[in-house]
């Protein structure tokens, strides 16, 4: 559905913005197409000049006027087109700034035009106006990249559609939150149960020795003996009257003489 323009201080006519498309790769340039009809029965108006300005938020891209000579409007209707020269840097400044589905352009139009009324073979005299409007246009991401983009041979596109799921129901989706920080505190206790069983323990053993401190810790420990080997050792030093015989009588007499 286009958009239409109704001009000020003039009743006799108005236009409808219908569609835009680039074109020229060495000259880019917008066009700019409109439909427009009389506001009065049997009235013939004629445009003979039209001019556009094409504004982006708060800064003008172009400007430029009608590609005919005249556009006759009857009551039946009739078509005019607008050439906006542009540079490529605003369709790629566009391009690169357009976040959301459509592209919001203002239009400025300023008209000449004279109209007369014609009813039954009688014809009136020509009333000359000059005429103001403006409107708001919004035009698609699909049809500013398929139309504008394309023709004058900026970049080459791709478009896809992805399919957005509608967004969660906030009580749902804090309770799953919820659900989940819960899980993670019940993962995070078990973890650590099975951690603490897993641990060898370690238990004091009373027969353990402590360390002794001084000149005690480094003295050489000797090992008892059994109770045998100490008797023998203790009867091998104390000769008996027998033994100490046995070795006079071996010893070597000295011989007289």
Not at 140 to 169: H, I, K, Y
Not at 180 to 191: C, K, L, P
Request: net charge positive; proline share 6%; aromatic share 6%.
């Amino acid at each position: 559905m286009g958009t239409d323009f109704y001009f000020q201080g003039n009743t006799a006519f108005k236009l409808t913005f219908d569609a835009v498309r680039g074109e020229g790769r060495i000259a880019p340039r917008l066009v700019l197409s409109f439909s427009g009809r009389p506001t009065k029965e049997q009235t013939h108006v004629i445009l003979d000049r039209v001019t556009a300005e094409v504004w982006l938020d708060s800064e003008m891209i172009g400007s430029g006027g009608m590609r005919d000579v005249a556009a006759h409007l009857y009551h039946y209707g009739g078509n005019l087109q607008v050439v906006v020269p542009i540079s490529r840097d605003v369709v790629r400044h566009v391009d690169e700034n357009l976040r959301s589905d459509q592209l919001s352009l203002r239009i400025d139009l300023r008209a000449a035009a004279r109209w007369r009324v014609e009813r039954d073979g009688d014809v009136g005299e020509w009333t000359e106006d000059a005429a103001f409007s403006q409107a708001t246009v919004m035009v698609s991401r699909s049809d500013w990249v398929t139309n504008v983009v394309a023709p004058v041979g900026v970049e080459q596109f791709v478009l896809m559609e992805l399919p957005v799921p509608p967004p969660p129901d906030r009580n749902r989706w804090v309770r799953s939150l919820q659900h989940v920080a819960e899980a993670e505190r019940s993962s995070s206790a078990a973890t650590r149960r099975s951690r603490r069983w897993r641990e060898p323990r370690r238990m004091s053993s009373p027969w353990r020795r402590t360390p002794t401190s001084g000149l005690a810790s480094t003295s050489r420990s000797r090992r008892p003996r059994c109770s045998c080997t100490a008797a023998a050792t203790s009867a091998g030093r104390a000769a008996s009257p027998l033994t100490t015989a046995m070795r006079h009588s071996r010893s070597p007499r000295p011989r007289s003489g």
